[in-house]
């Protein structure tokens, strides 16, 4: 159970009630999280745009990349984008891309998904290691809070109820049909699984893909390295990472879009969510 | 329901905001006191990894089968200065390695001067502060055999490298040239060398002949080629533009170990 404290005194005619569902520990570092993600996303992009090409391994094999962002000649350039030796062409947002001007110049990601928007690998640096810092304090309030008031337990592992049900867990959440009643107060088996792959697995090694990127964290920590097969594979896992985070983010909105946007949204500001009164409720 | 926004609007909205955002971002980006709190960022970096790293915890080495088959050559490749194409020219044959500033014995060096100090050889990965890495052998002359010799001032604090190559002319024509720095952490670790050959063979000009700095435990930029003078120093802030490196001064870190 995620509530900890219901209030009936608002209950209006209309049959729902208040729920506390989110301690303002969890709701801050949830926000914080949001600006970390976001500058640590825009200034990553910028930084690879540097050297839009990625490889695998320890070495980067410039002939043979196995993805790689190119402007040709052109007047103005155009942009190809190649993926594992098959190429497309991507004007206009890969490769090649309108700056502040409206000139199109060759950059691999475009000007409206990098920090800064113009080219600058030492401002993007600057912007990613400071968030980059802030998202592991973050990280590590959020995680000493969770284990210490049991939140993280009670909020994200499923129970033994909801692991045997997971096949009708999973048709309900594709046809869209949300629970309600004091089933809305609990994540479902999916939520809670996807959050714990997210928190427990592809953040903190996004983070320890990231500083296998640093030399000096290579030589105090080489194993690190071998975990990820080379400092170049380590850059393009870092990349995937990122874009598995993207595609997480994307449906976590649009999930929390479709089950009650003005509701979700309260729930993480003020911590109260509303739900409805079912017959099996206690009043 | 009724008085709270439609879901477009509520898209729209948040688009209209990333974007000012965005471009909010760009101009707080522009502000020296935010610029300064960011770069706290790399500063805390630098406090953990020298907390991680000892005096003698090296960066790996490799074997030479995994030498990269082509070294991307990066930065100045082949300089314009007159003086330095003058030297290439004689195959550095009067090439004088200066090591001066805060010590107590200068030193004046030829390269056959340093090819007799003991050397060191190293196969270690190079990685460019854009992203990408290629493993290189080094052979050099171990930099803290040098600074042994010429003997540190007590107050010496930094070890400045100044090099051939221009990288652009200052506002007064001056040429403005590559510099580097590391402090003494860095300068006496057994890995930094003065490279004088290149996967057993003389540095060529693209990457930095006749002589170039090894800091493995850092970015490239920190690894100044066309070296010709070591000067000991209490302070980088009166050297160039006083960030302590040409790239520095272009709002890079003064510690690449990230």
């Not at chain 2, 044959?93 to 390269?111: A, C, N, Q, W």
């Not at chain 2, 604090?157 to 403005?176: I, L």
Request: aromatic letters at 10%; glycine letters at 10%; charged letters at 20%.
């Amino acid at each position: 159970m995620v509530s900890t404290e219901t209030s009936d005194e608002d209950a209006g005619p209309a049959g729902f009630r208040w729920v506390f569902r989110h301690p303002a520990t969890i709701r801050i570092s949830h926000w914080v999280n949001v600006v970390c993600l976001a500058v640590l996303l825009l200034s990553g992009l910028q930084i690879f745009n540097a050297h839009p090409a990625l490889y695998w391994g320890e070495v980067s094999t410039f002939d043979a990349p196995l993805v790689s962002m190119t402007a040709t000649e052109a007047e103005p350039p155009r942009g190809v984008t190649t993926v594992f030796g098959k190429s497309f062409d991507t004007t206009g947002v890969l490769g090649a891309s309108n700056d502040a001007d409206g000139e199109r110049v060759g950059r691999g990601f475009p000007s409206w998904a990098t920090l800064p928007g113009y080219q600058s690998l030492a401002e993007g640096r600057s912007w990613h290691f400071f968030f980059a810092w802030v998202f592991v304090l973050n990280g590590l309030v959020y995680l000493a809070y969770g284990l210490a008031s049991g939140q993280l337990r009670r909020r994200l592992v499923p129970t033994g109820g909801q692991l045997r049900h997971i096949g009708a867990s999973v048709i309900e959440h594709l046809s869209f049909r949300f629970p309600k009643g004091e089933e809305a107060t609990r994540y479902n088996v999916l939520q809670k699984l996807t959050y714990l792959v997210v928190v427990l697995v592809l953040l903190p090694l996004q983070l320890l893909a990231g500083l296998a990127l640093s030399p000096g964290f290579n030589a105090a920590a080489p194993f690190v390295l071998d975990l990820f097969g080379g400092r170049q594979s380590a850059r393009t896992i870092h990349f995937v990472l990122a874009n598995l985070l993207v595609l997480f983010v994307l449906v976590h909105v649009a999930m929390v879009v479709a089950s009650g946007f003005w509701n979700n949204l309260r729930g993480m500001l003020t911590g109260w969510f509303r739900i409805e009164r079912t017959p099996g409720d206690v009043a | 329901m009724s008085r709270l926004p439609t879901r477009r609007a509520v898209l729209m909205g948040a688009t209209a905001a990333g974007a000012s955002l965005l471009a909010g971002c760009d101009q707080l980006g522009q502000i020296p006191w935010f610029r300064r709190t960011l770069d706290a960022g790399e500063d805390a970096s630098q406090f953990v990894q020298r907390l991680m790293l000892t005096q003698q915890t090296l960066a790996r080495e490799f074997a030479e089968a995994d030498i990269s088959p082509w070294f991307k050559p990066n930065g100045t490749i082949d300089p314009v200065d007159e003086d330095y194409k003058a030297l290439a020219a004689k195959n550095f044959e009067g090439f004088r390695l200066k090591v001066d500033g805060l010590v107590e014995t200068p030193l004046d060096l030829s390269l056959d001067d340093l090819r007799r100090m003991p050397s060191r050889t190293q196969i270690t990965r190079h990685d460019c502060v854009e992203g990408w890495s290629c493993i290189g052998k080094w052979t050099g002359a171990p930099l803290a055999a040098l600074i042994e010799r010429a003997k540190l001032k007590p107050e010496a604090r930094y070890v400045v490298f100044h090099c051939a190559d221009t990288m652009e002319n200052a506002d007064d024509g001056s040429p403005v040239r590559y510099y580097e720095s590391v402090d003494l952490v860095d300068a006496v670790h057994p890995q930094t060398i003065l490279a004088y050959e290149m996967n057993g063979e003389p540095l060529k000009v693209a990457h930095g002949a006749p002589l170039r700095l090894r800091v493995e435990r850092q970015l490239g930029y920190k690894m100044a080629k066309y070296v010709m003078r070591i000067e000991a120093v209490a302070s980088y802030a009166d050297v160039g533009g006083g960030n302590g490196g040409y790239w520095e001064d272009n709002g890079y870190a003064w510690y690449a170990g990230i």
